[in-house]
């Protein structure tokens, strides 16, 4: 009963530490940062590295990225984010590790969290391996002339009026 006890607390004292055994093999997941600021629709990267610290190769991981708000009421679809979320690992040898790179883009304002979990292919029971969260800041992008357009928003009518003006002089003329 002792023993027992042992392990469920070294598994769940290692699960909080962002790494799981995963039967006899431990499985850790570290990001390259955690925090990043950017705007509203820009792209950004950041990079993820799965290890394997355990006594045999791991077989059969995915890697999933996974975004959220960190405010309530922020309604968050991580495709828009990102249209690649879901990696299939190659086995990972033992002392070994892999590196993901991840690209995303801003579509929402505010405090975004964005975090990758590890699971087996198996679907095995057990809670997936997690990454520390990157807390991604992103500011409005507040700008006069978004993508070029306030040429044509002021361009046009003002075109328009010295046409119909040029018109209007030529037929009082005649």
Known sequence: MRLRRLAVFTVAALALAGTAT??????????????????????FVFRSTIANHGTAPVRGLIAHLNVLSLR??????PEDWSSHR???????????SVTLTWKLQAVNTGSIGVYVAVLRQSGVAQPPITGPT?????????????????LLALGIPALLGALTFTIRTRRRAA
């Open 22 to 43: 995963a039967g006899s093999s431990v499985v850790s997941v570290n990001v390259d940062r955690t925090a990043i600021s950017t705007a509203l629709g820009h792209k």
């Open 72 to 77: 309530n009421g922020v309604y968050i679809d």
């Open 86 to 96: 879901t990696r299939y690992l190659a086995p990972i040898p033992v002392g070994g």
């Open 134 to 150: 990157v807390n991604v800041s992103i500011a409005k992008r507040t700008t006069l002339n978004s993508g070029g357009v306030l």
